[in-house]
Every structure is written in structure tokens, then in C-alpha cells.
Nanobody, 124 residues
Framework: QVQLVESGGGLVQAGGSLRLSCAASGRTFSMNGMGWFRQAPGQEREFVAAISSDGGTTYYADSVKGRFTISRENVKNSMYLQMNSLKPEDTAVYSC?????????????????WGQGTQVTVSS
């Protein structure tokens, strides 16, 4: 039922910031836990951040903790990833995803709806 579209990616210099958005359609958005994942060239997809349906619980990968912030506004059917102090190692395609349940989770297998992804490139 839920469909997701990411936006906000682009090219940024190391140390800069980007804010990714995930727009969701569907009447059940507020009932879904959601997350951000990324995949760099030649690498496996990795977990970035997750948030519960009500925003009360968040998880972050160690590599981004303290630099990235996940948030959501259910009334606006939107989820966000604020990325600060970006590093070249953050270069990847970033995808948002939704779970069938309301919990935050770090495993990609727990998510059943995925956006198409948005490219983030951090230059040094």
C-alpha cells in the first residue's frame, strides 16, 4: 500500500550537509516503522538509520551516529535524513524503506517496501 520516493541527494564537499526526504503515499504511513539504507559502489547494502512509527525510537549505524539524524512527520507523510559533516565514505545510493510493523529495525529483510534511491556523492 505504501509507496516511497526519495529526494535531496546530490554532490557535496566533505564536511558539508545534505537533507534527504522520503515522501510516502498511502493511508497507512503512520503505522509503519521506516529506515534509511545505503549502497556504495562494489559494496553490499548497509543499514544507516531507523525510526519507529511514532518517532519515539531511533537506531543509527555506528558509522553515522552523531552526524546523521532521522526524523519523520506523519501528518506530512514524510521522513527525513539530515546528514552533517559528510565524508567521502558516505558516498552511496540512499534508499528509504518501510516495514509492515511499527517497530524500528536494522535488518533490511524486515522491510517490505523500498524507494528507488537517491545518489549522494561527497567529494574530498
Amino acid at each position: 500500500q505504501v509507496q516511497l520516493v526519495e529526494s535531496g541527494g546530490g554532490l557535496v564537499q566533505a564536511g558539508g550537509s545534505l537533507r534527504l526526504s522520503c515522501a510516502a503515499s498511502g493511508r497507512t504511513f503512520s503505522m509503519n516503522g521506516m529506515g534509511w539504507f545505503r549502497q556504495a559502489p562494489g559494496q553490499e547494502r548497509e543499514f544507516v538509520a531507523a525510526i519507529s512509527s511514532d518517532g519515539g525510537t531511533t537506531y543509527y549505524a555506528d558509522s553515522v551516529k552523531g552526524r546523521f539524524t532521522i526524523s519523520r512527520e506523519n501528518v506530512k507523510n514524510s521522513m527525513y535524513l539530515q546528514m552533517n559533516s559528510l565524508k567521502p565514505e558516505d558516498t552511496a545510493v540512499y534508499s528509504c524503506a518501510a516495514r509492515r510493523n511499527m517497530a524500528a529495525g536494522i535488518a533490511a529483510t524486515g522491510y517490505n517496501v523500498w524507494g528507488q534511491g537517491t545518489q549522494v556523492t561527497v567529494s574530498s
